[in-house]
């Protein structure tokens, strides 16, 4: 399984980007990279998702190096309201056939006035 | 609007009861999952489900029960067998699993042991 890495927590001024750095440093070449948020005692809410283009969307810019080993998650300028847990996570293809999504522990994102 | 609804928010249970969680959604995928969230963790997955009358077990299905008899209801059931069932459960749904569709979520059903 592909697993991630990420800070457990990042500050962010007000109307400045946020950029939330991720590791998946053992992403197999057909694994599709997924960002959501959590805001507490709530879904998760889908960001984005890439393969190995940065993709740009309404709510943020997803940037994958090259080896696709790391990826950025940009929120261009953050608002008080995009205070969330942010999840990096690797769709992973199992035996069976069916997929899973495995979310770990997160980057708690702060965004101060 | 199109979504997930999960009902209820909160909802309490006695020991050795079964109870049932529901999912609903309009937004005509064909795939549904039900996770777990305990405090300060990650989802875990319970149950997945691809199409109508089909579904396999996730990571943690042990003491739990799904049906999937229409496209748009997945309901989740926590037996008496779930010893610590405690937690925030969250249903989701995607268009077609096997084509990289994000899953959407509904905002989940917070359970507790009275």
């Known amino acids: 399984d592909a697993k991630t890495t990420q800070p457990p927590s990042m500050d962010c001024a007000e109307g400045r980007a946020a950029n939330l750095p991720c590791n998946h440093s053992t992403i197999s070449g057909n694994e599709y990279v997924y960002w959501y948020r959590q805001i507490h005692s709530q879904g998760p809410q889908y960001i984005i998702h890439?393969?190995?283009n940065n993709e740009t969307n309404e709510m943020a810019s997803l940037i994958i190096t090259e080896d696709r080993k790391s990826s950025t998650l940009i929120l261009p300028h953050a608002t008080l309201r995009d205070t969330a847990v942010y999840y990096c996570?690797?769709?992973?293809?199992?035996?069976?056939?069916?997929?899973?999504?495995?979310f770990g522990k997160g980057t708690m994102l702060l965004v101060s006035p | 609007d199109g979504g997930i609804t999960q009902s209820p928010k909160y909802l309490f249970r006695k020991e050795g009861q079964n109870v049932t969680l529901s999912c609903e959604q309009n937004?005509?995928?064909?795939?549904m999952y039900w996770y777990r969230q305990d405090p300060g963790q990650g989802l875990r997955l319970i149950y997945y489900s691809q199409i109508v009358n089909d579904f396999q077990k996730g990571d943690i299905a042990e003491g739990y029960s799904v049906s999937r008899e229409k496209k748009e209801s997945f309901p989740l059931t926590v037996t008496s067998a779930q010893k610590n069932p405690t937690a925030f459960y969250l249903c989701a749904s995607s268009d077609r699993d096997s084509d990289n569709q994000p899953q959407h979520f509904g905002d989940g059903t917070r359970l507790s042991i009275l």
């Open positions: 996570i690797v769709r992973v293809y199992m035996n069976s056939g069916y997929s899973t999504l495995t």
């Open positions: 890439g393969l190995k």
């Open positions: 937004l005509n995928h064909d795939a």
